[in-house]
């Protein structure tokens, strides 16, 4: 019989084999069964920090196998296009439940991937099809596969159980805030893409969506041309799922276009924070921060007219290079598994609403773009981004020399005026922020804070309506999916997002209602 324990204390700097000593006394001297259920850390008290454990055990060894998913028999042709977390996890679902999907994606595989971005990284050279925002894996390839989500989504568990299966760390499985890493990632998505292979699945890499075809209000068809030579190729198909991420924004144009019902959405834009990784672990740990993993944080301040909100903190990480258009900057965050950098940084957001770049359906994605643009002419017009310390910022003067927090950004920086290229808005309600922030966080306003701008990618600036059903209200078997489609924000929501699309599909096929 499988017993649980909760609230297990263990003092920080003590190993999980004292846990596993703790729980053996318990079950009387022998322990057949153990699993780790949930881990978390109270830091609350800084002279008492422990880590608070439930586990599961028993002194038996055998316990009852997961059953499998149903298969449907005989399972139509469905494309899957784009292959960050929702599309993927979408694609490994309907191969669970007999479907051999064919996913479409406009970037490379992930080795193909590292080298395009590498190469922007140190010689700024865009592939505009290949690149942080673009390529297997999606955007969160590059921004430490964060699986932390404030949704209550039943289907949460199975993303991160997929994730573990493919070869993530176990303890995503049971940890607070679960990571993957960058690092770790990579070889991840190469599990979950030989796995689909291995069930038919086929990957088609270098492909741009382009267009699609119906009959009587049903989808048809999905037309994509080759990233290089241009041809188009028209691939007919029995439901599309429409996983394209948050900044295809020529899919987006093209949609319309074609007809696709889309409205715009509200959306955040602000900078990348920089502190020093063993100060903030200081502020938040106290003198038992070395026993500790590199410590995170997450603020809100309500200080001026806007939210500025902190996202995608990164421990021990580095700010990134993240444009994927010509003539743009744009910055993300990423650590690997270890956390192990020098410094911390977080996205720092100030949430904007339609009355701030206009009414129409594309006005919020052309604003973006705008400030992309500005921060290119600020860094130099040769991809470094502009960056400024904070207290000069604060004061409106052009920095001129580092203090204690150096740049982390790979294609390197340029001091600019970042009031010059973020809306006034946006520069007034950071200024408020930052010290309010600093009062619940120590040293957070401090002057040699380094803000690289621009982050302007935080979600997608229009949805792709969908219905009840999960397809689109102007065209059957097109599932909108994923934050690119306006219906979740971050790696788990989007990848649950996914697997409930192939739920849906899976069930309307062997029910019969297919639309096709």
């Known amino acids: 019989m499988i017993k649980r324990l909760d609230n297990i204390k263990i003092p920080a700097g003590e190993g999980e084999d004292k846990l596993y000593a703790v729980v053996r006394k318990k079950a009387g001297g022998r322990l057949g069964y153990f699993k780790i259920l949930k881990k978390s850390l109270d830091a609350r008290d800084k002279g008492n920090i422990f880590w608070l454990y439930s ?49 479409l994606e406009r970037g490379g595989c992930v080795e193909e991937r590292e080298k395009a971005v590498n190469t922007f990284f140190t010689q700024r050279k865009l592939d505009v099809n290949c690149n942080v925002q673009f390529g297997e894996g999606g955007a969160g390839t590059f921004s430490d596969g964060k699986l932390n989500t404030q949704t209550k989504d039943g289907y949460n568990r199975d993303v991160l159980e997929i994730f573990a299966h493919f070869g993530a760390p176990e303890e995503i499985l049971y940890i607070n805030k679960p990571h993957i890493g960058s690092d770790k990632l990579k070889g991840v998505l190469k599990n979950i893409r030989s796995y689909i292979q291995s069930c038919g699945g086929k990957f088609l890499f270098n492909k741009i969506f382009c267009g699609l075809s119906s009959v009587d209000g049903a989808l048809r068809s999905v037309i994509y041309k080759d990233a290089e030579s241009g041809k188009e190729e028209e691939l007919e198909v029995s439901a599309a799922v429409l996983a394209v991420g948050h900044s295809a924004r020529d899919t987006f144009r093209m949609l319309s276009a ?259």
Not at 65 to 76: F, I
Not at 85 to 95: E, K
Not at 487 to 502: E, L, M, P, V
């Open 55 to 103: 586990v599961a055990y028993s002194q038996n060894s055998e316990i009852a196998e997961k059953p499998q998913l149903e298969k449907l028999e005989d399972a139509p042709a469905v494309c899957v296009i784009g292959s960050g977390p929702a599309g993927l996890c979408c694609a490994v679902r309907l191969c669970q439940r007999g479907y051999s999907p064919i996913i």
């Open 258 to 516: 074609n007809g696709i019902y889309m409205e715009p959405r509200d959306f955040a834009v602000g900078v990348r924070v920089e502190h020093l990784a063993e100060k903030i672990s200081f502020a938040q740990y106290g003198k038992s921060y070395r026993l500790l993993p590199t410590a995170d944080y997450k603020l809100v301040s309500h200080a001026g007219e806007r939210t500025v909100f902190t996202f995608c903190m990164c421990p021990g990480g580095v700010v990134i290079p993240a444009a994927s258009e010509e003539g743009g900057v744009v910055v993300n965050g990423m650590s690997d598994f270890a956390r192990d950098g020098v410094n911390s940084n977080s996205a720092l957001m100030v949430q904007l609403g339609r009355g701030d770049f206009g009414e129409g359906l594309f006005d919020g994605m052309e604003f973006q773009r705008s400030i992309e643009e500005k921060a290119f002419e600020a860094g130099g017009r040769t991809y470094r981004a502009p960056c400024q310390l904070y207290g000069d910022f604060r004061e409106g003067k052009l920095s001129s020399k580092f203090g204690e927090v150096l740049p982390t950004y790979a294609a390197g920086v340029q001091f600019a005026p970042l009031g010059e290229v973020l809306p006034p808005v946006a520069v007034e309600a950071l200024k408020a922020a930052m010290p309010d922030m600093g009062r619940r966080l120590k040293g957070f306003d401090c002057p040699d804070a380094l803000f690289t701008g621009v982050e302007t990618r935080f979600s997608s600036p229009v949805r792709i309506v969908r219905g009840e059903d999960r397809q689109s209200v102007s065209l059957k078997n097109l599932y909108p999916c994923g934050e690119g489609s306006g219906y979740s924000g971050g790696i788990t929501s989007s990848a649950a997002d996914g697997i409930k699309t192939a739920e849906y599909i899976y069930n309307l096929h062997k029910n019969g209602q297919n639309n096709h």
